[in-house]
């Protein structure tokens, strides 16, 4: 949905500038996605656990994180939304690049080159 790339956007922003305005987008869109998930699980639970998962990781909380980049990936898998899996395998895998855990890194990024090839990409 535009609301998780703007969300996903605006977080990758904050790494580079500590932002008020890109605060504001993230929080907002958290609720807007918040409210869908409830209505459509199946559809919206790994949008909103992956941009969760990047609050997490902003905020140095790895343990969360890593948590959070799981179960996305988990209910993109589930939910059979392949280029979504591979989306947050792909967060997941730049989240531990930051870390210096270049294994993880390593084993992410190339779970999301699988899911994006199998996606068509």
């Given at each position: 949905?535009?609301?998780n790339?703007?969300a996903l ?6 790494r580079?500038q500590?932002?008020v305005?890109w ?19 199946w559809?919206?639970t790994n949008?909103l ?6 609050q997490q ?16 990936i988990?209910?993109a898998?589930k ?19 930051r870390r210096?855990?270049?294994?993880n ?17």
């Amino acid at each position: 949905s535009l609301k998780n790339v703007t969300a996903l956007n605006s977080v990758d922003k904050l790494r580079v500038q500590d932002s008020v305005k890109w605060k504001k987008v993230v929080r907002k869109s958290v609720t807007a996605i918040r409210k869908l998930a409830l209505n459509s699980d199946w559809n919206y639970t790994n949008k909103l656990e992956l941009l969760e998962a990047e609050q997490q990781s902003l905020r140095d909380n790895y343990r969360n994180a890593t948590r959070l980049y799981d179960a996305s990936i988990e209910s993109a898998r589930k939910s059979g939304f392949i280029h979504e899996q591979g989306l947050a395998c792909e967060k997941a895998g730049f989240h531990y690049e930051r870390r210096g855990d270049v294994c993880n890194a390593w084993k992410y990024l190339n779970q999301a080159r699988e899911c994006y090839e199998e996606w068509g990409s």
